[in-house]
């Protein structure tokens, strides 16, 4: 399939009312032969290394339908409608069972078309009654960014799991309240970051990690799109209030966190700049360009930066002592390309793609049924909140140098927990 990056933006999610949020929806890679060659025979068994846990997807037949877990959807926008809807047919071990929506009208149809039964579509108001509804163990948040905290909590004193769209809200307090209600609840709490379970990103940090390109110097980064007040889907994303962060809440959380899986380390300090046109008025609100250099403990440098105002990229390169690795592009939902480079060779890596969002949902699914590790937790997502502060923070001072030594540990590796499916 060709590459695909959306229109609205990465993992868009439309506002159909960005005046009334309330009321409106939002909406196994193989390395090369020759590469493995070149690095000798040591080097692919660790680049292949199996997950330490066991793998949840090793085995392709899906479960019986009755032993699926049932996810309800709030928020029915562009990346409900266009990705996460769809990927249920993908899916081995989630099912959609719910719907939850500002729209009935829209909600009604969805429900038609996805077997969803009526009584099972709830609104924004009604949305506690799913307390007494059994067909739902996981709810999936697709809102806009500032609504994630408040229907996150709420479904967890409803006594359901959590599948949050990133960033998982619009400010640290927030994040940290998500966390505080899950540990109340003893429920999971987990962000959906699909790169951590796709086969491109999954090859690069064990290929990274195995040391047989020698040892990371620099990693850039760069996340953008252009941006139009025409789509309603831009419109909150342009809303400082609504985002959280204009472009960086968007696209660059794909830098800070690639950065940080690339390395499976974190930065110990930030410096970071801004430039925006305050005449364009899509930035009366929101920085446009950001650009960012994380330092970290090993001596590693991360560059990166994100735009509203430059050609659609989700790419990034990691320099190494004998080797780069060039993912370009490298986030996208499909026709994604990962090169390889050792002295004057470069090699195009075979990726087997597969549809992330079911992918996602599954680990999801494992993660409830005891099967699988949390990978993606709440904990990562509160440490890309305070990284992001600290890049805004920066700014705001000019390019001061920001401490980020939150003293956060990655609970889980997903290169060695994450297996690659079939």
Not at 297 to 314: E, K, L, Q, R, V
Request: contains cysteine; neutral net charge; proline residues 5%.
């Amino acid at each position: 399939m060709p590459a695909c990056i959306p229109a609205a933006g990465t993992d868009p999610i439309s506002h159909d009312d960005v005046a009334g949020a309330r009321d409106a929806d939002t909406g196994g890679t193989g390395l090369s032969r020759r590469l493995l060659m070149g690095l000798g025979a040591a080097g692919a068994g660790s680049l292949m290394m199996r997950p330490a846990f066991a793998a949840p997807t090793a085995d392709p037949a899906a479960v019986p339908d009755g032993d699926r877990v049932g996810f309800a959807v709030v928020g029915l926008g562009l990346l409900s409608q266009g990705q996460i809807l769809p990927g249920f047919h993908n899916a081995k071990r989630a099912k959609l069972t719910a719907l939850v929506s500002g729209h009935p009208d829209k909600a009604t149809r969805l429900a038609a078309k996805y077997g969803v039964a009526r009584d099972a579509i709830y609104t924004y108001e009604n949305y506690d009654r799913i307390v007494d509804d059994p067909r739902i163990q996981v709810v999936y948040i697709v809102l806009p960014n500032a609504m994630h905290a408040e229907f996150t909590i709420r479904a967890l004193k409803a006594g359901k799991h959590v599948l949050c769209e990133k960033p998982m809200a619009t400010s640290v307090a927030d994040a940290e309240a998500m966390i505080a209600a899950a540990k109340a609840a003893d429920r999971k709490l987990m962000i959906a970051y699909r790169c951590h379970y796709e086969p491109l990103n999954l090859a690069a940090m064990r290929l990274i990690r195995s040391g047989k390109l020698g040892k990371p110097r620099m990693v850039v980064t760069q996340m953008g799109r252009q941006a139009s007040l025409s789509d309603p889907a831009d419109v909150w994303r342009l809303d400082m209030k609504m985002s959280g962060g204009g472009a960086l809440a968007d696209m660059g959380i794909y830098g800070i966190n690639g950065a940080r899986y690339l390395l499976n380390e974190e930065p110990v300090e930030v410096r970071a700049w801004a430039q925006t046109d305050r005449k364009d008025p899509r930035f009366r609100e929101v920085e446009d360009l950001i650009a960012w250099q994380f330092r970290f403990p090993s001596g590693a440098i991360a560059n990166g930066s994100t735009s509203f105002d430059y050609a659609p990229t989700m790419s990034y390169q990691v320099e190494c002592a004998q080797g780069r690795l060039v993912a370009d592009p490298g986030a996208f939902y499909n026709g994604n390309r990962l090169t390889v480079q050792t002295g004057y060779q470069s090699q195009v890596q075979a990726i087997h793609e597969i549809d992330q969002f079911a992918r996602e949902m599954d680990w999801m699914a494992d993660v409830v049924r005891g099967k699988a590790p949390l990978v993606s937790t709440g904990e990562e997502g509160l440490q890309d909140m305070r990284l992001m502060k600290a890049i805004l923070d920066s700014v705001a001072q000019g390019g001061a140098t920001v401490s980020t030594a939150f003293g956060y540990t990655r609970a889980v590796d997903p290169a060695k927990a994450v297996d690659v499916p079939a």
